[in-house]
């Protein structure tokens, strides 16, 4: 059984910096795609960021590009994802995916998520 649990989530002022981790358990992700995505009150959940299983492929949304940085520490088991230059519509539950297939489009297991609150 695959778990993903998110964390780092909370409140910080526009244009500060936040770092969200998944840590994964049940498998080891060194072959696994791995995602963020995030859902803002009323708005459908939206693709943020992803990294293929060799770490090769990296791919942000437009929203976050230059801003937000997907990594991942295998022996931790841990995905990041390192938020800078926050902005108000950066205000939303993130949450983590993961694909064992290596893939980067597609998940097979999701988080229950962190909250980002940006307040000016």
């Known amino acids: 059984q695959v778990q993903l649990v998110e964390s780092g989530g909370g409140l910080v002022q526009a244009g500060g910096s936040l770092r969200l981790s998944c840590a994964v358990s049940?498998?080891?992700?060194?072959?696994?795609?791995m995602g963020w995505f995030r859902q803002a009150p009323g708005k459908e959940r939206e693709f943020v960021a992803s990294i293929s299983w060799n770490d090769l492929i990296t791919r942000y949304a437009d929203s976050v590009k230059g801003r937000f940085f997907i990594s991942r520490d295998i022996a931790k088991n841990t995905v990041y994802l390192q938020m800078t230059t926050l902005k108000l519509e950066d205000t939303a539950h993130y949450y983590c995916?993961?694909?064992?297939?290596?893939?980067?489009?597609?998940?097979?297991?999701w988080g229950q998520g962190t909250q980002v609150t940006v307040s000016s």
């Open positions: 995916a993961a694909q064992p297939s290596g893939g980067i489009y597609e998940y097979d297991y």
């Open positions: 049940g498998r080891a992700i060194s072959r696994y795609g």
